[in-house]
């Protein structure tokens, strides 16, 4: 009997110390729940809320008494209740707890109807088999409002320097012009050809002009495409063969392993494109010394629903530093002729043909760009 009693005695003092630890633990949960600038959710794997924090009922406009038990879906608009429904089934079967899903865009939804974007990081945690997810939410309506006004005042110092500079050149360009018409067929060569020079410059800073003002109507999604089915191998074929004229000593390969090369394209860009990025290709190997090196190679290939396109180049291995701004405007190496606008143009016409392009560059395989489109059938 004292033996009993005394185990007893052992169990409440260790129950005892139990509820004690687990009161503090959750008093220094809640202490931080309470201060933390962040919205803090916490919901089962249902999707109904359990926890919510002060932050929480600031940016929702809900007390924390009123939204326990109600579904997340109180909080979300319309438009993404069925993206949230699915996001928490697919979640229920392929989360692994722990894992961090960070800088989440959203839409949420206030209590007196006022919808805004936030930015969510999400993680799941698991207790007694049961999963939970924990969302930490900030408000980014002022961010992106930001963002909006200063992606329309770099639209307009755009707008505006290309204005200036078309204004400023055409006038060269006339000057120039009258001026190798007074000389006339007897002119002075040595100046005509200064001259003629001249016009050239003009006339290529106006094409510049006017390839900034394309990407600017991509960039703002402005631009108006004119899509109709076209076969890959033929614009590509062609493009190849226009560059084979001036390639010089490099060799261009063209293999091709698809039974189904028709995308929708519109002809006035995309094959730019692909001439763009070809011509890249060569200009990279053609100061090679190595003749097995001096070669581009084109495959096209399907995958899937897919066409893909990879033009690779075994010249040197682009630095890591360089390769994260392949895509950037104005990113040409500097020790090179170009205005660095080819692969920011192939990125923006790429993207609005509903393609995929990216870039892999390594000592052993080279320099390879790929493009992938969803193909169509012919017309």
Wanted: aromatic share 8%; hydrophobic share 35%.
């Amino acid at each position: 009997m004292t033996t009993t009693n005394q185990e007893l005695t052992n169990l409440k003092t260790e129950n005892a110390a139990l509820i004690r630890q687990l009161k503090f633990c959750e008093e220094k949960y809640n202490s931080v729940n309470r201060i933390a600038g962040d919205t803090v959710i916490i919901a089962d794997s249902k999707g109904f809320i359990m926890d919510w924090n002060v932050a929480a009922e600031t940016m929702f406009g809900y007390d924390k008494e009123d939204i326990l038990g109600k579904p997340l879906t109180i909080i979300i608009p319309d438009e993404s209740k069925q993206r949230h429904d699915a996001a928490i089934e697919r979640s229920r079967h392929t989360w692994e707890p722990g894992r961090i899903r960070r800088n989440l865009e959203y839409n949420g939804l206030h209590k007196n109807g006022a919808v805004f974007p936030i930015r969510l990081s999400l993680t799941c945690w698991t207790s007694n088999g049961d999963m939970y997810f924990t969302g930490i939410i900030r408000d980014v309506s002022q961010r992106k409002k930001t963002e909006r006004e200063l992606e329309r005042l770099r639209h307009e110092y755009e707008s505006f320097m290309r204005h200036e500079l078309q204004n400023k050149i055409t006038p060269i360009m006339g000057y120039a012009e009258l001026l190798l018409q007074s000389f006339g067929a007897d002119g002075d060569k040595e100046q005509k050809k200064y001259l003629n020079r001249i016009c050239d410059s003009v006339e290529k800073t106006s094409q510049l002009i006017d390839k900034i003002k394309i990407l600017q109507n991509f960039e703002h999604h402005s631009a108006e495409l004119n899509l109709l089915p076209y076969d890959v191998i033929n614009v590509v074929s062609s493009v190849m063969d226009d560059l084979a004229m001036t390639a010089d000593s490099v060799q261009l390969v063209k293999e091709i392993n698809t039974t189904k090369s028709h995308i929708m394209m519109d002809m006035n860009f995309l094959p730019g494109v692909f001439h763009n990025l070809i011509k890249n290709a060569i200009e990279h190997v053609a100061k090679l010394e190595d003749p097995q090196q001096k070669t581009v190679t084109v495959r096209m290939f399907n995958q899937d629903a897919q066409l893909i396109v990879t033009i690779n180049n075994k010249g040197a291995c682009i630095p890591p530093e360089r390769l994260e701004l392949f895509f950037e405007k104005f990113n040409s190496d500097p020790s090179k002729k170009g205005t660095g606008l080819g692969t920011s143009y192939a990125y923006l016409i790429t993207q609005a043909h509903n393609g995929e392009i990216c870039v892999n560059s390594n000592e052993s395989d080279g320099t390879t760009v790929s493009l992938k489109f969803i193909t169509t059938d012919p017309a």
